[in-house]
């Protein structure tokens, strides 16, 4: 297992990789002198924080996939230029991420962007990139609105994310539809017969999977209540006994919460822990983050996670060399997130190739026509509505240390 002091030196040694390569603002250049078009992939992760050391990864990874390729597609000499959306707290930041997306959209050579990782930040982004015509993939971004019409969407969705009335979006994980099919069974399996179910208002784009759950639990797992509350206004364990106690006479022996991984988030899961000892906690994809679960303190033993982001052993072999060639490269061992923005820079690269011209009407157009994808992640397919084929979830434990540990692969569905 990493120690943290392990982690900080990995940081560091990615943000001197990744200086190295261009990135963290700087557009990288090359200096072959060809002939053929120029085009720019903007990049747009949040970089710092608690989850820099996997963003990081991301990067690299896609960095990674386009030293491979020589820095072409076609006839075109392509460049990377990375950006990081933070603030200074170390969270997304809205104001950041929509100066991106306008920057990317005014630039004439701008033909791809890969990003956001947080769904809020993709609905930032994805109306001003879409309206510029600029495909966007996004290596996270699960929230359902983004591609299908759905009852759990907010108001217009997915039509208010498209203003050019062309579909420009595509991600390369499970949406949380997918996702909350996958924490059913895994719950299932962990011998769940009486779930709870909490919303977060405070971000609809991460609340949605506790709703789409608890559609799909009935009639294996009964729900025996559901509650929607504002995280941010509450940091506190004790602002939650109110909660915790209606849980408890609900007789729950679950409780699962859509929402964001903040303090209100870890305050809550203290006080469920102390006032229902014995019950599951599970946290979906929006709450696997380091500054959620190594907050967790005594109630870690009891949260169960599922994810997306599988054990590294579970990735096809195509994927274990991806990793090994990252390793060679940067000097520095991956988190598995490193296959994410690989296969991204890969797809923004074969769309590049297989397009008519270099517009970025026809590379949408090449990249929704792609046929089935062999990367990295494994072979899957990207839907005309811009979801991934790939269903494969891990369900993990959370140590005293607030790492994922024990996983074991999950069927969705």
């Avoid at 230029?81 to 200074?88: I, Q, V």
């Avoid at 009891?302 to 990252?326: C, D, K, N």
Wanted: proline share 6%; net charge neutral.
């Amino acid at each position: 297992m990493r120690t943290h002091r392990t982690a900080g030196c990995l940081l560091l040694a990615l943000t001197a990789a990744l200086a190295g390569c261009g990135g963290s603002g700087t557009t990288t250049t090359t200096s072959d002198g060809a002939v053929g078009c120029s085009l720019v992939v903007y990049s747009d992760l949040p970089l710092n924080g608690a989850a820099a050391l996997d963003m990081w990864s991301m990067e690299l990874g896609e960095q990674l996939a386009l030293d491979q390729a020589g820095n072409r597609a076609g006839r075109c000499r392509v460049t990377l230029d990375s950006n990081n959306d933070t603030d200074a707290g170390g969270t997304w930041s809205p104001g950041t991420t929509a100066q991106i997306a306008t920057a990317a959209s005014a630039d004439s050579h701008a033909i791809a962007y890969i990003g956001d990782f947080d769904s809020g930040a993709t609905a930032t982004s994805l109306p001003t990139t879409n309206d510029a015509g600029i495909l966007q993939i996004s290596p996270w971004s699960p929230y359902v609105g983004f591609t299908d019409q759905n009852p759990v969407d907010g108001r217009g969705d997915p039509v208010r994310f498209y203003p050019s009335g062309q579909n420009t979006f595509a991600r390369l994980v499970p949406s949380d539809a997918v996702q909350a099919q996958g924490a059913v069974a895994f719950m299932r399996a962990q011998g769940v017969s009486r779930l709870y179910v909490l919303e977060d208002e405070s971000d609809p784009f991460d609340a949605d999977v506790a709703e789409l759950i608890a559609n799909d639990a009935p009639p294996s797992v009964t729900v025996v209540g559901q509650q929607a509350f504002d995280t941010e206004t509450n940091t506190s364990p004790q602002g939650y006994a109110a909660i915790a106690t209606t849980i408890a006479a609900a007789r729950a022996d679950a409780v699962v919460l859509g929402g964001r991984p903040g303090p209100g988030a870890q305050a809550l899961w203290s006080e469920l822990h102390t006032m229902l000892p014995h019950a599951k906690l599970f946290a979906p994809s929006t709450l696997a983050t380091p500054g959620f679960l190594v907050g967790l303190g005594a109630a870690a033993s009891a949260t169960y996670v599922t994810s997306p982001i599988l054990a590294p052993r579970q990735y096809p072999r195509s994927g274990r060399r991806v990793l090994a060639a990252y390793r060679r490269r940067f000097g520095v061992a991956p988190t598995p997130y490193a296959l994410y923005g690989y296969d991204a820079m890969r797809l923004v690269l074969r769309a590049i190739e297989t397009a008519a011209n270099s517009s970025r009407a026809a590379v949408r157009r090449a990249f929704f026509a792609l046929p089935g994808v062999r990367g990295a992640l494994g072979n899957y397919r990207i839907s005309a509505n811009g979801d991934t084929s790939l269903a494969a979830l891990d369900g993990y434990r959370v140590n005293g240390a607030g790492q994922l540990v024990s996983p074991r692969r999950i069927p969705a569905g």
